[in-house]
């Protein structure tokens, strides 16, 4: 069996790199922010800061799900199915590693 933990610890710590470096993308919140008299700047820093958002959200739930994948580890639930508690196909937790659902329920919940 893979060692999930090592897997999980290492997504964390590039997770929270990824949403360090994607902040400093926004330029809404930069310390530079600069008034520009050209047209179409303030809709361009809005667009900007807009994708900068839901970028840094996704990631923030992706470390969301690996700090959920950690703590099931640790508790011994790392790897069962929430729905049926049957164990997650390895095949599966390789692809996926924060998962809670197996296959089966993956398709009838979409959550996973």
Do not use: Y
């Not at 809709?43 to 994708?51: E, L, M, N, Q, Y």
């Amino acid at each position: 069996m893979l060692d999930f933990k090592k897997i999980l610890l290492r997504q964390k710590r590039d997770l929270e790199k990824e949403i360090l470096s994607v902040g400093k993308e926004d330029p809404l919140t930069t310390d530079d922010l600069v008034e520009s008299s050209e047209p179409g700047t303030d809709s361009f820093f809005a667009d900007v800061h807009g994708k900068v958002t839901v970028i840094k959200q996704n990631l923030e739930n992706l470390l969301g799900n690996t700090a959920k994948a950690l703590m099931n580890l640790k508790k011994g639930k790392f790897g069962k199915c929430e729905v049926c508690g049957k164990k997650i196909e390895e095949e599966r937790l390789k692809i996926i590693p924060t998962t809670v659902l197996c296959l089966k329920h993956s398709k009838t919940h979409k959550k996973s």
